[in-house]
């Protein structure tokens, strides 16, 4: 998921195995509406539960609004195969395990390491997500997961992604809050304090190694939700879901170093109280669906 970079190379790119995965089973469902909090998972099915270990998720608000995301894409996606683009894929797909399966999905990524371990794609292309040209209305949705906060030129990406788009098809991004707690940190502090804090708070020993999160961050202007917003009522697209949630990174720490996590909590409640309560600080990520109009 490193677009961090730039290249003028692209290639196909042969993964392990041609055939993506087709027993994972569906996601459980959830009541979902536009910037509304979502059905608390207190008791996780099977099923979630083996969603939460392969994303390496932990209970927590950004589990349910990925599960909501789940429901609305499930119910707002033609009943058909589908074709699927998922920018900056890399080697991890965070749709529902019923959208995968009746997809052809084509990933794009600057990382061939990723490339290389990904399972479920039908095509994976070697390339820039900035500069990548698909024929028009090509796909009936587009992701972008995780992505956008390493992009030098998140504008280019984001017209990228509505001119290959289909009329009525949608766009899921998920990406941090670049004026949450979490955010602010990542901007201002320098790459090897996140591998440090990969391998020493998350227990990531791998952290830092080639094709291996965490990969160098921008934080374009264009990834904040204000600006967004903006794009989108601009170029032909409509917010149906928005929801900030508590980074995960919260529940991580709060399990692995406790006292630390406290340290940062009460850190957190500090801001907050200075914010007046009008913000929360851990809400360190956010989950838009914009549909095409």
Same mark, same amino acid.
């Given at each position: ?23 994972? #089973? ?54 058909? #195969?589908?074709?699927? *683009? ?80 289909? %009329? ?76 900030? *949630? ?11 170093? %406790? ?26 990520? *956010? ?7």
């Amino acid at each position: 998921m490193n677009q961090g970079r730039m290249t003028t190379q692209e290639r196909q790119i042969t993964p392990p195995s041609n055939t993506r995965s087709k027993n994972m #089973s569906k996601s459980a469902a959830f009541n979902f509406a536009l910037n509304a909090p979502t059905k608390a998972c207190n008791s996780p099915s099977r099923t979630a539960a083996q969603l939460q270990a392969r994303l390496k998720l932990p209970p927590g608000e950004a589990f349910d609004s990925l599960i909501a995301v789940h429901d609305i894409l499930g119910a707002e996606l033609p009943n058909r #195969s589908l074709t699927v *683009y998922e920018a900056g894929g890399g080697s991890t797909s965070f749709l529902p395990p019923d959208v995968v399966r009746r997809s052809e999905i084509t990933v794009v990524d600057i990382d061939e390491a990723q490339l290389r371990k990904n399972d479920y794609a039908d095509k994976t292309i070697l390339g820039d997500i900035q500069t990548y040209r698909f024929a028009p209305e090509s796909f009936d949705l587009v992701t972008c997961y995780n992505v956008l906060e390493h992009v030098p030129d998140v504008q280019a990406a984001l017209l990228r992604f509505c001119e290959c788009l289909k %009329p009525n098809g949608l766009i899921l991004i998920g990406a941090p809050n670049p004026n949450s707690l979490s955010g602010v940190v990542t901007k201002y502090t320098p790459h090897w304090f996140h591998v440090w804090f990969y391998r020493h708070v998350r227990g990531d020993m791998d952290a830092g190694k080639p094709g291996e999160a965490p990969f160098p961050t921008f934080f374009h202007p264009m990834v904040s939700l204000s600006n967004l917003d903006a794009f989108a009522k601009t170029h032909g697209l409509e917010m149906i879901y928005r929801r900030e *949630y508590e980074s995960p990174r919260f529940p991580e720490m709060r399990a692995r170093k %406790p006292l630390f996590a406290a340290l940062i909590d009460g850190a957190a409640a500090v801001m907050n109280g200075l914010l007046l309560r009008k913000t929360d600080v851990r809400h360190g990520d *956010y989950h838009v669906i914009l549909r095409k109009r």
